[in-house]
């Protein structure tokens, strides 16, 4: 059985920082490509970040790339996004998910198991 927990939100003020975490069980992070995505209720699903197999490379949405990062620790089955900078635009569920037999995925509905989200509220 495959689960994926996500921790770390919370609310910030703007131009604060949040360390969100997901953590796995039931598949191994470094054989799937990993991603995380956003969503604002009544929005489609967004994507913000998505590191491959391995972490042999990483790919982020405009808007992430000078303010977010992502990392993992396989020995701990778990992937980071570290938010920097954050704008009420970033206001959000996250989500992190998984993707079976992909190097690399962008679109949500790519991936296989998804977490049960955690929620980014960025006030003014």
């Known amino acids: 059985h495959v689960q994926l927990v996500e921790s770390g939100g919370g609310s910030v003020q703007a131009g604060g920082s949040l360390r969100l975490s997901c953590t796995g069980s039931?598949?191994?992070?470094?054989?799937?490509?990993m991603g995380w995505f956003r969503q604002v209720s009544g929005n489609e699903r967004e994507f913000v970040v998505a590191i491959t197999r391995i972490g042999g490379g990483v790919y982020y949405a405009d808007f992430a790339k000078d303010r977010f990062t992502i990392s993992g620790d396989m020995s701990k089955n778990t992937l980071y996004l570290q938010m920097n900078n954050l704008k009420p635009e970033d206001t959000a569920v996250y989500y992190c998910?998984?993707?079976?037999?992909?190097?690399?995925?962008?679109?949500?509905?790519?991936?296989?198991?998804w977490g049960q989200g955690t929620q980014v509220t960025v006030s003014s």
């Open positions: 039931g598949l191994i992070f470094s054989g799937h490509a």
């Open positions: 998910a998984a993707a079976r037999d992909k190097m690399l995925e962008v679109n949500a509905a790519g991936y296989d198991y």
